[in-house]
């Protein structure tokens, strides 16, 4: 496609379940993130993907939360047994190399109640 | 603190007006990057400044970067009602490998 797409766009779900939110990034970009953003705030690194292997995972907030990228293109976040404080907008973005620009998705808004 | 703070936090202006928004950062940076947001949903890349360059144009956009300050400037000339949006500057640091930090963000307030 011609840009990042996320799907799905919005997500409400019980507290204690488990979701997934996918990314499809451009084309040919290598390097794929995934942030969260929370009202008011800047977003916030969760992971970097360069090809298939999580090349920097340090921002995941804990266990609960996992992510792949099986083929190099395509990256699912998983997020086990939500809480209410995971309610955010999920945003991803992909680049050419890790040290380009970064395009983003329009973000997956989760909402845990 | 973050990384990549942006200053000031809020900014209303007439349209036709310059719009300036700094962004100051801690450590040694290898790119700096400024995004737009409208409506809290997806980022628009801006414009990508590399830390050995000091001065970036594209349309009504100017960037500049002082490494020995450790700041950034984003200037919007000539303002229009649709530059109304949150504008956030994003450091890739020379530590951390490619992962952007971003800081929280000018809403910039456009009126007509």
């Known amino acids: 496609g011609a840009g990042v797409s996320q799907t799905p766009s919005n997500k409400v779900t019980e507290k204690g379940k488990y979701v997934e939110l996918r990314c499809d990034p451009i084309?040919?970009?290598?390097?794929l993130y995934w942030y969260r953003q929370s009202l008011g705030q800047g977003p916030e690194f969760l992971i970097y993907?360069?090809?298939?292997?999580?090349?920097?995972d340090s921002g995941l907030p804990n266990d609960r939360f996992f992510a792949v990228r099986p083929e190099g293109s395509v990256s699912t976040l998983k997020i086990q047994r939500t809480e209410r404080g995971d309610s955010a907008v999920y945003l991803c973005?992909?680049?050419?190399?890790?040290?380009?620009?970064?395009?983003f998705g329009q973000g997956t808004r989760l909402t845990v109640v | 603190s973050q990384q990549g703070e942006e200053d000031p936090q809020a900014l209303s202006i007439q349209e036709g007006e310059n719009a300036t928004m700094n962004c100051s950062y801690k450590t040694s940076i290898n790119n700096l990057q400024w995004y737009r947001q409208n409506s809290g949903r997806g980022l628009v890349h801006l414009i990508l400044?590399?830390?050995?360059?000091r001065e970036k144009h594209s349309g009504r956009l100017r960037v500049t970067l002082d490494t020995s300050k450790k700041s950034s400037s984003l200037l919007i000339t000539a303002s229009r009602a649709a530059d109304t949006a949150s504008y956030f500057c994003a450091t890739g640091q020379e530590t951390s490998g490619s992962r952007l930090t971003f800081g929280e963000g000018t809403q910039l307030t456009v009126n007509p």
């Open positions: 400044i590399r830390s050995n360059e």
């Open positions: 084309s040919g970009h290598t390097a």
């Open positions: 993907f360069q090809g298939t292997g999580a090349a920097d």
């Open positions: 973005a992909s680049s050419i190399t890790g040290d380009t620009e970064a395009f």
